[in-house]
């Protein structure tokens, strides 16, 4: 599933923490290889960074609904 990325052709937004260092190369990679990705790095958030960082979280995905 992984090598199909650069087929997905739908707005894509990869989310991740910025202290999450088992995700931060993967994260890069999907942003990479997805066409229409939009990456963001939520700032003193772990994996789950719509719990460390709400505000922050909330903020980046209202950012990418109002550009579709």
Excluded: C, W
């Excluded at 890069?28 to 709400?54: F, G, L, S």
Aim: proline residues 4%.
């Amino acid at each position: 599933m992984i090598t199909s990325l650069d087929s997905i052709t739908v707005p894509t937004l990869v989310i991740v923490g910025a202290q999450d260092t088992d995700y931060l190369a993967a994260a890069d990679y999907m942003a990479r290889k997805i066409p229409t990705a939009r990456k963001v790095v939520i700032e003193n958030a772990r994996h789950a960074a719509n719990m460390d960082q709400p505000e922050a979280f909330n903020i980046a995905v209202r950012e990418f609904l109002d550009h579709l």
